[in-house]
């Protein structure tokens, strides 16, 4: 299974988007932000691969309602209780990242990366739609990429927090809620 070159403008035209938006993060190698973007592209290119098959694979199809899942209590939770505002000073990090709180309510009681497990699932979601050797290497990428985020993230996370996030990372997976 190969790209189109007719699907080389939507994949470019999703790649200035992800730029446009990651453009702070990439400027800060070893950020949490600087391997999210990466992770995007390759999920990206994942989509793109596979936008035209629509197969109603019951694997693809519950992942992507995970993923969802995943994505609304992580960020509403972040939002809700995560109290970001500009105490939290670093170049690499969005308004909304910037937070001052340690959530470890809800799903963040569960796992510590709820959105990077959306985005995990997403990538596999994609993969299942229509599965192929280039689709798996995009998929696996993506996967490393996802889990060297956290690892950044991680290491951000107890900079700021301290003692209190390496208690919470004894307590929590970092994806799977239970697994890993």
């Given at each position: 299974?190969?790209?189109?070159?007719?699907?080389?403008?939507?994949?470019?035209?999703?790649?200035?988007?992800?730029?446009?938006?990651?453009?702070?993060?990439?400027?800060?190698?070893?950020?949490?932000?600087f391997y999210r973007?990466?992770?995007?592209?390759?999920?990206?290119?994942?989509?793109?691969?596979?936008?035209?098959?629509?197969?109603?694979?019951?694997?693809?199809?519950?992942?992507?309602?995970?993923?969802?899942?995943?994505?609304?209590?992580?960020?509403?939770?972040?939002?809700?209780?995560?109290?970001?505002d500009g105490e939290?000073?670093?170049?690499?990090?969005?308004?909304?990242?910037?937070?001052?709180?340690?959530?470890?309510?809800?799903?963040?009681g569960l796992i510590?990366?709820?959105?990077?497990?959306?985005?995990?699932?997403?990538?596999?979601?994609?993969?299942?739609?229509?599965?192929?050797?280039?689709?798996?290497?995009?998929?696996?990428?993506?996967?490393?990429?996802?889990?060297?985020?956290?690892?950044?993230?991680?290491?951000?996370?107890?900079?700021?927090?301290?003692?209190?996030?390496?208690?919470?990372?004894?307590?929590?997976?970092?994806?799977?809620?239970?697994?890993?």
């Amino acid at each position: 299974m190969n790209l189109p070159i007719s699907d080389l403008p939507l994949f470019l035209l999703g790649t200035v988007l992800l730029l446009g938006f990651s453009w702070k993060p990439l400027r800060h190698p070893g950020s949490h932000g600087f391997y999210r973007f990466f992770a995007w592209e390759a999920i990206l290119a994942l989509v793109v691969l596979h936008r035209d098959y629509t197969g109603g694979q019951i694997i693809s199809q519950t992942l992507l309602i995970v993923s969802l899942l995943f994505l609304a209590l992580g960020y509403g939770a972040l939002l809700m209780r995560g109290r970001a505002d500009g105490e939290r000073q670093d170049g690499a990090l969005y308004g909304w990242e910037r937070t001052t709180a340690l959530i470890t309510g809800g799903i963040y009681g569960l796992i510590r990366h709820p959105m990077y497990s959306s985005l995990l699932t997403l990538d596999w979601a994609m993969f299942f739609r229509a599965v192929s050797l280039p689709g798996f290497a995009l998929a696996a990428v993506a996967s490393i990429l996802l889990q060297r985020t956290a690892m950044a993230e991680e290491r951000e996370c107890l900079a700021y927090f301290g003692k209190s996030y390496s208690d919470y990372m004894q307590r929590t997976r970092r994806f799977i809620p239970f697994l890993y």
